[in-house]
């Protein structure tokens, strides 16, 4: 069975974090480490479930610091 990938423009609107903030949170925090495709990044089910996780607990007042869920 193939699992399901989403392209980062699909994670953005899913999760409504920005393109910017999810590649900042890659890097910075490793916060997911998504697949390589030809097209670009590709995130599995877990990934956006870690994300949405943390984009949730983000500190009131910080745009793009996740909070402990991403650590």
Avoid: C, F, N
């Avoid at 409504?16 to 998504?34: F, K, N």
């Avoid at 995130?43 to 500190?59: I, K, N, Q, V």
């Amino acid at each position: 069975m193939t699992k399901i990938r989403y392209p980062i423009r699909a994670v953005a609107k899913l999760t409504g974090l920005s393109l910017d903030t999810l590649r900042a949170w890659e890097r910075r925090y490793q916060a997911v480490i998504p697949e390589r495709g030809r097209r670009g990044r590709l995130y599995t089910e877990h990934d956006l479930e870690r994300l949405a996780l943390a984009a949730g607990s983000r500190e009131p007042g910080t745009r793009h610091r996740p909070g402990g869920a991403a650590r």
